[in-house]
Structure formats: C-alpha cells, structure tokens
C-alpha cells in the first residue's frame, strides 16, 4: 500500500519567516496531493491541494510543488503569521481507491 | 450553513464495553468518512459511506463498524473496547461522494478514551 513520509515533524520559525513542509509518497499510482491544516481542538481544514497533473499551485501566502519523478510535494508558506501556528498534515491518494495515506504531521510554531 | 456535527465530544469507556458515536454531515452531502487520529499512527482512514452503502474501509478490525441512514447522518460502533482504541475519532463530510477529491469538511471529533 501507499505509504506517506513528512518531514519534519515540529517547525519552529519567525513571524514573517518562510516554512517549508515536505512529503514523500511510495506508490506511483497516486495522482492527488492534499494538505490539511488542523488547529487545536479542531478538525483538519483543506489547505491547498495539488493533482499530478500539475507541478506547482499558489494561493496567496501558500503554494504546493510536486515532483512526480521523485515522488515528493511539498507545502511553502511565505510571510509566516502566528495565526499560521497549527498541525499541517499531507495526504496522497488515487482515484482507484478513494482511500487517502495521511503522513504523520508537522507542528508548525510561528513565534512573534 | 452549519458545519459537521459530531456527538459526543468527550467519551469515557471501560475496556470491553461498546461504544457508539455519531456524526451529522453538512446539509446536502451525502458522503461520510471516519478517520481515527492517534499520536503514534497518526490520522488513519477508516471507512467512507456514500447513499447508505459502505464503499472503502481501511485496515481496521471487524470491531470497528458504522453505517448511514437515508438523511445521510452516520454512526460508528466499536465494539469490545481495547485501550488502544483511545484516540480522537473524526468524521468528514464531502459533497458527491469521491472522498477526498471534493472538499470534505471535517468535525472536530469525538475524543473517545478507554479505561
């Protein structure tokens, strides 16, 4: 089955600091790439997300890239706020199974 | 618009005991999925219904059952309780039914511990 890789797993930063998230996934099949935010005492919140048919996505302050040759993607956070301070989950999944491989999570700190 | 509802929120069982918990999806999605989350195996997928029917399940024991009713609310059951079942039980809704290639809305969990 998929396996999902995230790295790393506590990021501590500046406020106004860049952040980057990176995941690697094992199965080649795998065409959907999403990221998840969850803050505390919350549930996951769709952040951005990526399909294998693209190689990089921005919205606003956060892009995703993916490299399908490597089988990597990872998440970019730009101009860090505290308010960006939470748990960030990447996901890979493909259409044949509808059952999404979660990697283990980063705890994102942004320090005012 | 109201968002996912999941109920309860803190749960407290003894090993051996069963336990049901419930999840009501945002109004006009018909697809449902539980995850489990644990600090050691991380989010984990569980099983996904879509109009009543059970349509993936992850690698989980038998002991771990759910099922939809036709307004599209869901439940889930363990049953025989293992102190590993502890952990915070989420419940996602999306729109048509592919799971995670729509949006799904996630709840903020049942936090579920065995004692």
């Known amino acids: 089955g998929e396996n999902v890789e995230q790295h790393p797993s506590t990021l501590s930063v500046q406020e106004g600091d860049s952040a980057v998230i990176k995941c690697t996934y094992s199965d080649s099949a795998s065409n959907y790439f999403p990221w998840y935010k969850q803050e505390l005492g919350k549930g996951p919140q769709l952040i951005i997300d990526i399909r294998s048919n693209v190689g990089e996505k921005k919205d606003q302050r956060i892009a995703v890239t993916l490299n399908k040759t490597a089988k990597h993607f990872s998440l970019h956070i730009t101009e860090t706020q505290p308010e960006d301070s939470a748990v960030y989950f990447c996901a890979a999944l493909y259409k044949g199974s509808y059952i999404p491989t979660f990697g283990r999570g980063t705890s994102l700190i942004v320090h005012p | 618009k109201a968002g996912v509802t999941q109920t309860p929120r803190y749960l407290i069982k003894t090993r051996g005991q069963q336990v049901t918990l419930s999840c009501s999806p945002i109004s006009g999605h018909r697809s449902v999925s539980w995850y489990q989350q644990t600090p050691g195996q991380g989010l984990q997928f569980l099983f996904e219904y879509f109009s009543e029917t059970q349509r993936n399940k992850g690698n989980f024991p038998g002991r771990f059952s759910g099922r939809q009713f036709s307004n599209s609310r869901s439940e889930m059951n363990v049953s025989t309780l293992e102190l590993g079942d502890s952990a915070l039980y989420l419940c996602?809704?999306?729109?048509?039914?592919?799971?995670?290639?729509?949006?799904?809305?996630f709840g903020q969990g049942t936090r579920l511990t065995v004692v």
């Open positions: 996602a809704s999306s729109l048509d039914g592919t799971g995670l290639y729509t949006e799904a809305f």
